[in-house]
């Protein structure tokens, strides 16, 4: 399943929990790292428990966001989640694919004592959030059959590099943050996993965020974090194809179903070939939340 969009939520906060179950969100990523304060994580760890049990998957997914694997809060979280069987694990600053495949250990081992089908729990890196983690974005294909997709931050990457901002004077991302992002984006490409965008900051300027997920969309990035309830229905409605979208991608897909075999057809004026017949082929999937 495709998620569009992915909604940040507070582990300490059983009110911002139980709202964000009506949010329309295809994902909570319910947060026991930078929006939970240390003395109040264990606090955290049994809400966001009793939450996993408690919650209807049906129609929405719900995931954890640890805390780092070099720290010593990352396993406790873990230990403490994992039997309320979440469907993911979010993890924030890896270094590169390694972390990964020491998370999927530890999954492995948590499946194993709860009676948790092997391999079910899921893994998406914040695959930019420390500076170094740039050079090794390529070392993710492969490294686990968990990894769902890979996603980036703007906000703990420019602590990291000491940056007072991560836009320009315009509203932009500075230089060091576009190529985060197309990195990331070109990564999730290479290992074959969903590319998400990260979560825009100012939730009250509702016409950038629109302007930011077309961008995204275009640019190849399927979903979209969230950090505030309001964000879910625009990011949800941005990644999702038009009527008009469909129709064309089907007519591509009946014209090379009619062309004998043909390499490349003739549409509207227009020469279409095969990298087009595969996109139009991805697009009519997302019917079917592929």
Not at 109 to 117: P, T, V
Not at 170 to 197: K, P
Request: hydrophobic letters at 45%; glycine letters at 8%; a negative charge.
């Amino acid at each position: 399943m495709t998620l569009k969009s992915l909604l940040f939520v507070p582990g300490d906060s059983e009110k911002k929990m139980a709202k964000a179950a009506s949010t329309g969100a295809d994902a909570l990523l319910l947060d026991l790292e930078d929006a939970v304060a240390q003395d109040r994580l264990p606090l955290a760890r049994g809400l966001v428990l009793d939450y996993l049990k408690g919650h209807d998957r049906a129609n929405q997914q719900v995931w954890v966001r640890i805390n780092p694997l070099n720290t010593p809060l990352s396993l406790p979280d873990l230990v403490a989640v994992m039997p309320g069987k979440p469907d993911g694990i979010v993890l924030p600053k890896p270094m590169n694919a390694d972390d990964v495949r020491q998370l999927d250990h530890f999954l492995s081992a948590l499946e194993q004592r709860e009676g948790i089908s092997l391999g079910s729990t899921r893994i998406l890196p914040v695959a930019t959030e420390v500076a170094g983690a740039l050079f090794s974005l390529n070392t993710y294909a492969g490294c686990s059959a968990r990894l769902t997709g890979l996603t980036w931050g703007a906000e703990d990457l420019a602590t990291d590099i000491g940056a007072t901002s991560n836009k320009k004077d315009n509203g932009e991302f500075d230089e060091a943050f576009v190529l985060a992002r197309s990195l990331c984006l070109l990564a999730a490409s290479h290992a074959g996993v969903q590319a998400i965008d990260t979560l825009s900051v100012d939730f009250r300027h509702t016409d950038s965020l629109q302007a930011d997920v077309r961008r995204a969309r275009r640019q190849g990035f399927s979903g979209k974090l969230a950090i505030h309830p309001d964000q879910v229905a625009i990011i949800n409605a941005g990644f999702t194809a038009t009527p008009e979208e469909l129709q064309h991608a089907q007519r591509i897909v009946d014209a090379f179903a009619q062309a004998n075999g043909a390499g490349a057809v003739q549409l509207d004026g227009k020469m279409v070939d095969k990298p087009h017949l595969t996109q139009a082929l991805r697009l009519l999937a997302t019917r079917n939340g592929h």
